[in-house]
């Protein structure tokens, strides 16, 4: 089975700067789609970015739209979100997650969270005012 361990998390001030890294291990041929989520306390996991691996096409939240970038590194087997201008509405738990069997029109941020089959544990974003 796909394994994902997430890195970076951490606290920064308004304005400032995160990359999280999502190290991908057991990779399958079948893993179609890859993406990050987030979820504050008190409110619903939701999608902040998505990449369809067949030929690099991402999906980005309106709310993070100019601000978040999610790549990967096909040597390093690992996905990244560059996370610039952080605002304290961006402070939550940020989950790297993996779909397998998905269309490319299914790889997006407005994907229901049950598509994707692997999770990593996730890592701490706070960003104070």
């Known amino acids: 089975q796909v394994q994902l361990v997430e890195s970076g998390g951490g606290s920064v001030q308004a304005g400032g700067s995160l990359r999280l890294s999502c190290a991908v291990s057991?990779?399958?041929?079948?893993?179609?789609?890859m993406g990050w989520f987030r979820q504050a306390p008190g409110k619903e996991r939701e999608g902040v970015a998505t990449?369809?691996?067949?030929?690099?096409?991402?999906d980005v939240a309106t709310s993070v739209k100019g601000r978040f970038t999610i790549s990967r590194d096909n040597a390093k087997n690992t996905l990244y979100l560059q996370m610039n201008s952080l605002e304290p509405e961006d402070t939550a738990m940020y989950y790297c997650?993996?779909?397998?069997?998905?269309?490319?029109?299914?790889?997006?941020?407005?994907?229901?969270?049950?598509?994707?089959?692997?999770w990593g544990q996730g890592t701490q974003v706070t960003v104070s005012s």
């Open positions: 997650a993996a779909a397998s069997w998905i269309n490319k029109g299914s790889c997006t941020v407005g994907t229901d969270t049950s598509r994707f089959g692997f």
């Open positions: 057991r990779f399958t041929y079948s893993t179609y789609c």
């Open positions: 990449i369809y691996l067949r030929d690099g096409s991402t």
